[in-house]
Structures are given as structure tokens and as C-alpha cells.
């Protein structure tokens, strides 16, 4: 039997209600709790938490995304297939960087009353995502558009980058949109920036490589610039949020 993951802002309980259904229909399934911690109704941290996880899985595996602010409205259900994979959630975009990212993909409408109207994770996404998994393409129709959602793309001049945070983990790292490979081909580990104008700040392969307390940039497991602090966190200290745009200048 294949693999289900789960991504969610949900907490405790519900995820597991959800897996209750999925094992219901797919007994057998292995399933993979991804994230149940993503920010409230964050949609765009849960699309790039599920972009950046769908590559390590095999072809097969079921994702399904759901943080759905607008469950119980008219919105729809979507099933995404891509290279050999499914995504399954809400309809608004929250599975689309993920679908661009794996190359060509479908998109299909779920037609499933469901039976709350909070909590379409156990009504709709579970029950579908567990037939998937079995081999059932049932209650789909082709979805000519959908909510589409882009990430933004880092800004390059002779004197700054910009960019935004795109996450932040619980250490308080803070990883942007910033390639790591453009931050090397412009400057090189040891170079110094000002972030926002104001905090002095260099790049560096290793949070070690500066003292304890002290801010650096690395290039993270996301191939990501990450805004970090050794032994702190550079959200706190820092004052950095989810989605903020940041500014990294020369000195």
C-alpha cells in the first residue's frame, strides 16, 4: 500500500479524525504527518511547506494540503495529478507551487457534499484522498481554472537584494526567497550585509561560523538564503515575521 501525507494548521485532534477515515478506506495505508503547525489560515507558508516536501516522496504517494479559511463557502475541492503524484485540498492555491514545481499537471474538481461545513479535511479531502490511494478516480471532473498562487521573486541590484520570508521554523530561522547560488555568485561566504538598513550581518556556510548571539545568513536546506542566529532565534531577536519583505545591502 502507498503513502499519505498530511499537511494542515489543524493542532492535535483533528489530524487524527482524518486519519481515522483514511484507514477506514485504505487500511493500509502508511501515513505521514508533514506539519499540523503551520500558522493559522497561512496558505501561502502551507504552499511552500508542501513544494518543498512532494520531491522527496515516490511516485504514487498522496498529498493532501488542507488550511482553508474559506471552508463551508462555494469554494471548491481539487485534485492535482502530477508526475505520478496527487495533491489533494481546497482550491485556493495552496497546491499549486507544488503541482508547478513536479512539471505538467491536471487539475480536476472534487464533487462531494460534505457533510460539515468546517471541517471538509474529514467530510471531502480524506475520504478522496484514501480512493485515490486505492485507485479510484471517483467524483472528478475536469477543472478548467482554479486559484492560482506565485511565490515572489527576489529583486537584484548593483547595491541590494530584497526579498521575503517565506517561512519560519521553530528554531526562528527565517528563510526567504533568495536563492542561495544567486547570494554566492553576487558575494561570496564572508561577506558583510546590512539587513533593513541596520543590522550588520554576514554570510557564512555554518551558524558556528560566527560567535553565539550574533546574526548570519546561510544557505539552508531549501537552497534558500536563511536569516539565522547562533543558539537564538532571528524571528525574536530580530523581529522578523512570516511574510515580511527584507533588504540585504552592502556595506
Request: proline share 5%.
Amino acid at each position: 500500500m502507498g503513502i499519505i501525507t498530511l499537511i494542515s494548521d489543524f493542532g492535535a485532534y483533528y489530524p487524527a479524525v482524518m486519519k481515522a477515515v483514511v484507514l477506514g478506506i485504505a487500511p493500509d495505508a502508511t501515513i505521514i504527518d508533514v506539519s499540523h503547525e503551520i500558522t493559522c489560515e497561512n496558505v501561502r507558508e502551507a504552499a511552500f511547506v508542501l513544494r518543498e516536501t512532494v520531491k522527496y516522496f515516490p511516485r504514487g504517494t498522496v498529498h493532501i494540503a488542507v488550511v482553508d479559511p474559506s471552508v463551508g463557502t462555494d469554494r471548491r475541492g481539487l485534485v492535482i495529478a502530477a508526475a505520478g503524484h496527487y495533491l489533494v485540498g481546497p482550491d485556493n492555491g495552496i497546491l499549486i507551487p507544488a503541482a508547478r514545481s513536479l512539471g505538467d499537471f491536471e487539475v480536476l474538481r472534487i464533487e462531494i457534499e460534505a457533510e460539515s461545513s468546517t471541517f471538509h479535511g474529514r467530510d471531502v479531502f480524506a475520504p478522496v484522498g484514501a480512493h485515490l490511494l486505492m485507485g479510484h478516480m471517483q467524483s472528478l471532473v475536469p477543472a478548467p481554472t482554479y486559484v492560482d498562487l506565485l511565490f515572489d521573486e527576489p529583486h537584484s541590484s548593483e547595491n541590494a537584494i530584497s526579498g521575503t520570508i517565506l517561512y519560519v521554523d521553530r528554531f526562528g530561522n527565517c528563510v526567504t526567497n533568495i536563492p542561495g547560488t544567486l547570494m554566492i555568485q553576487r558575494s561570496g561566504h564572508g561577506s558583510l550585509h546590512n539587513l533593513n538598513g541596520d543590522v550588520a550581518i554576514q554570510f557564512v556556510q555554518t551558524y558556528d561560523d560566527v560567535a553565539r548571539g550574533q546574526p548570519l545568513l546561510t544557505v539552508g536546506s531549501f537552497d534558500l538564503i536563511e536569516i539565522a542566529v547562533n543558539k537564538g532565534s532571528a524571528a525574536t531577536e530580530l523581529n522578523l515575521n512570516l511574510g515580511d519583505d527584507i533588504s540585504l545591502e552592502n556595506p
